[in-house]
């Protein structure tokens, strides 16, 4: 069973990297004091994900930024917790083709939406989450150090503390001081 699925997410990366060839954006770097829109996207499986991405969507809204969160919860069905959580949208494995990438509404305008700034709080490989990024149309995009990977415009290496809480913190900082002539 491994091994299908190893077959059909190196699938789903390489059609993701064709047409990420294919995606004009126009980059440009933006620090929490200069966005005026900011998309967050994280793994909402687990209420502590969700919990600290509010906080932060909360944080980003005081500095008169309109926040866009965008949650994956990796089950069939989004728990009945976030049914209910306004600025919130989420998706799961049913909204999900047969190779990882994410097919319906909501998610494609959450890719559409010129952000200024994306934020990628998920500390490990999602594909889908790496898809959204990927081709998102987001001016400048920000996530945790991958290997090899050129999705983001900034990455912060949170090997040493793989905690969401220090990530965050790293990216308060990082997000806040770039940039500030």
């Not at 699938?11 to 995606?23: A, F, H, P």
């Not at 097919?103 to 594909?127: A, G, H, Y």
Request: glycine share 4%; net charge positive.
């Amino acid at each position: 069973m491994k091994f299908c699925v190893g077959i059909r997410t190196k699938l789903g990366y390489y059609i993701l990297n064709k047409r990420i060839m294919k995606v004009s954006r126009h980059k440009q770097v933006y620090n929490l004091d200069t966005a005026k829109s900011v998309g967050i996207i994280f793994n909402a499986t687990k209420q502590s994900s969700f919990d600290a991405a509010k906080e932060l969507a909360e944080y980003i809204s005081k500095k008169q930024a309109d926040v866009f969160a965008l949650g994956f919860v990796d089950s069939k069905e989004i728990l009945n917790y976030y049914s209910d959580r306004s600025g919130f949208d989420f998706f799961s494995r049913k909204n999900l083709n047969w190779y990882g990438k994410p097919n319906n509404p909501v998610t494609e305008k959450f890719i559409n939406r010129e952000t200024d700034i994306l934020i990628d709080l998920s500390l490990e490989n999602f594909f889908p989450i790496q898809y959204i990024v990927g081709l998102s149309k987001a001016r400048f995009k920000s996530g945790r150090f991958i290997e090899g990977d050129s999705y983001y415009d900034l990455m912060i290496d949170i090997r040493k503390n793989n905690e969401l809480s220090s990530f965050i913190k790293h990216l308060k900082h990082y997000l806040s001081t770039i940039n500030n002539i």
